[in-house]
């Protein structure tokens, strides 16, 4: 069985850079064809595919956020990052972790596995 686990800051000032790491167990995120993407999800709102990294080290990211979104791996920790920088209180959401066989995770059904989830707030 595989899980994920998000962890960082839940509070995160405004200009500041939003740092958060998913820890998968269970299987490798180098596993083949296999995607680990980031979503998050605006209080209100549905979900938003932020990135992926794939399981060759290859990113992708949204174009509405590529210019400030960063993801990078440890594949000796069997972790992968995020950095979304210069945030404001509109990047405020609870922010998943998830794995799936595509690039694009758009729906819960997108996604084979999914972090619980961590709720970042951008406030000063």
């Known amino acids: 069985q595989v899980q994920l686990q998000e962890s960082g800051p839940g509070l995160v000032k405004p200009s500041q850079t939003l740092s958060l790491t998913c820890t998968v167990s269970?299987?490798?995120?180098?596993?083949?064809?296999?995607?680990w993407s980031w979503v998050r999800q605006p209080p209100g709102k549905g979900l938003e595919w932020m990135g992926a990294i794939a399981y060759r080290g290859s990113t992708y990211y949204s174009p509405s956020l590529r210019s400030r979104t960063s993801i990078s791996r440890d594949t000796s920790k069997n972790q992968f990052t995020l950095q979304l920088s210069s945030v404001t209180p509109e990047d405020t959401a609870v922010y998943y972790c998830a794995r799936a066989a595509r690039v694009v995770v758009r729906t819960r059904e997108a996604g084979d596995y999914w972090g619980q989830g961590t709720q970042v707030t951008v406030s000063s």
């Open positions: 269970g299987g490798s995120i180098t596993t083949n064809y296999y995607y």
